[in-house]
């Protein structure tokens, strides 16, 4: 079993920056660790994902609207993940779920919301414009 914890969500300008973290705890290392979003009135999707592949190497992945501007990376001995929001804009409101599962994904697998088994809680984004 895997706990996921986020933090780091709050109000931010537009054009502004945040990071968020999540913290896992457990026994099973989680391969994939992704983020999702949530706004309201609308279904939860992808955000980014990144899969360790060993050693400093892993593989990440990115929903075209936030490409460029969002960046995902994971500490493995601290068993975080981090996704750094830039240039945030109005749209990018939402509820922020990580996401993760000790099962491995490749390109487009794990973009879908069925490869993660562990989710959080949530932490929430609010932008003015």
């Known amino acids: 079993q895997v706990q996921l914890v986020e933090s780091g969500g709050g109000l931010v300008q537009a054009g502004g920056s945040r990071t968020l973290s999540c913290a896992a705890s457990?026994?099973?290392?989680?391969?994939?660790m992704a983020w999702f979003r949530q706004a309201p009135g609308k279904e939860r999707e992808f955000v980014a994902a990144?899969?360790?592949?060993?050693?400093?190497?892993?593989?990440?992945y990115y929903a075209d609207s936030v490409k460029g501007r969002f960046t995902i990376s994971r500490d493995n001995a601290k068993n975080t993940v981090y996704l750094q929001m830039n240039d945030l804009n109005p749209e990018d409101a939402a509820a922020y779920y990580c996401?993760?599962?000790?099962?491995?994904?490749?390109?487009?697998?794990?973009?879908?919301?069925?490869?993660?088994?562990?989710w959080g809680q949530g932490t929430q984004v609010t932008v003015s414009s």
């Open positions: 996401a993760g599962d000790n099962r491995y994904c490749t390109g487009y697998g794990c973009y879908a919301r069925s490869a993660y088994r562990y």
């Open positions: 990144i899969t360790w592949n060993g050693g400093n190497r892993n593989s990440t």
């Open positions: 457990g026994r099973t290392f989680t391969y994939a």
